[in-house]
C-alpha cells in the first residue's frame, strides 16, 4: 500500500529556528497529530513515513524534523530547546483548523513531548514511546554511545556527517526539567506511556518513573518483545495507539 501523501510546510520557532515539517491530511479532520522522532531521526526516514501512514488513519499528522536534524536549521539541544519545536508544530496544528491536538514522541521524541504538555500546555493529549525519564542515562550501550556522540568532538562529527545531526557544544545551563518531574504537570490532559520489555536504550525502569510521576488520566502498556522507539513499532501498535487518541475524542 502507498504512503498516505504529505505536504511540505516550514515552520519557524519562537527563537527563530527554521523546522522542516510536512502535514498528513486525515478523513478524520477535527484531531490534529503531531509526531515527534528520535535523537538523529526525520520525519522523512522510511520507519517515520510508515508511522505517519498509519496515525493518520486517526487524525491529521504533522511530522517535522527537530532543530539540528535533517533539513530543519539550528542545532540540538538534545531535549532543551526542542519543546519550542514542537511548540510550533502545535501551533501550526491549530493554524489550519484541528480543535484537539495530540503529541506522540518516540525517544527523545517523547522526553520532549512530556515536557512540552508539561511546561508549555496547549495539548489535548500526550503519547510518550521508549522515552527516557531522567537525564544522563548511561547504563546500556547504546546510550553510553549516545553520550559519546553528543560530548565528544568526534562524535559530533560523525552525527553529522552519518546522520545530518548537527550537535550543540557545551553543557545544559541550567539543566531542563526532568520528563518524571515534568509528567506531573500534564494533567487534565491524558498521558499514555508505552514501553517494550526489550528496550536495549531505556529499560522499563524509566516508563515506570514516568507513570509514578504523572497524575491522573494516565496509562502504561509494556509491551513484550517491543525495541525501541520507532524502528520496533510495529503498524499493530500503532493501530493501538491511534485508537488510544480516537477513544479520548469520541
Known amino acids: 500500500m502507498p504512503l498516505a501523501p504529505n505536504f511540505p510546510v516550514m515552520l519557524r520557532t519562537e527563537d527563530g529556528v527554521r523546522i522542516d515539517a510536512a502535514h498528513t491530511p486525515s478523513a478524520r479532520t477535527d484531531v490534529g497529530i503531531v509526531m515527534a522522532h528520535g535523537f538523529t531521526g526525520s520525519w522523512r526516514d522510511r520507519t517515520a513515513r510508515r508511522i505517519v501512514h498509519v496515525l493518520s488513519g486517526y487524525g491529521g499528522v504533522i511530522a517535522f524534523d527537530f532543530r539540528g536534524h535533517g533539513r530543519s536549521g539550528g542545532e540540538t539541544t538534545v531535549g ?60 546500556t550501550k547504546p546510550m553510553r554511545q549516545v553520550h559519546w556522540a553528543i560530548e565528544q568532538p568526534f562524535g559530533r562529527w560523525a552525527a553529522r556527517v552519518a546522520k545530518r545531526t548537527r550537535i550543540a557544544r557545551g553543557q545544559w545551563d541550567p539543566i531542563p526539567m526532568p520528563p ?18 526489550a528496550d536495549t536504550f531505556f529499560p522499563l525502569d524509566h516508563a515506570r518513573q514516568l507513570y509514578a510521576g504523572a497524575r491522573e488520566p494516565k496509562e502504561l502498556w509494556v509491551e513484550p518483545g517491543f525495541g525501541h522507539a520507532e524502528s520496533a513499532a510495529t503498524p499493530e501498535l500503532v493501530r493501538r495507539i491511534g485508537k488510544w487518541i480516537s477513544s479520548n475524542f469520541s
Open 180 to 197: 518524571h518531574e515534568a509528567a506531573g504537570l500534564i494533567s487534565p490532559a491524558p498521558l499514555l506511556i508505552v514501553h517494550g520489555d
Open 80 to 139: 532543551d530547546l526542542e519543546i519550542l519545536d514542537v511548540e510550533a508544530a502545535v501551533r501550526h496544528a491549530r493554524v489550519i483548523g484541528y480543535t484537539k491536538v495530540v503529541v506522540v514522541g518516540f525517544s527523545m521524541g517523547a522526553a520532549v513531548a512530556v515536557r512540552h504538555a508539561g511546561l508549555r500546555g496547549g495539548v489535548d493529549a500526550v503519547v510518550a514511546v521508549s522515552g527516557p525519564a531522567r537525564w544522563y542515562y548511561r547504563g
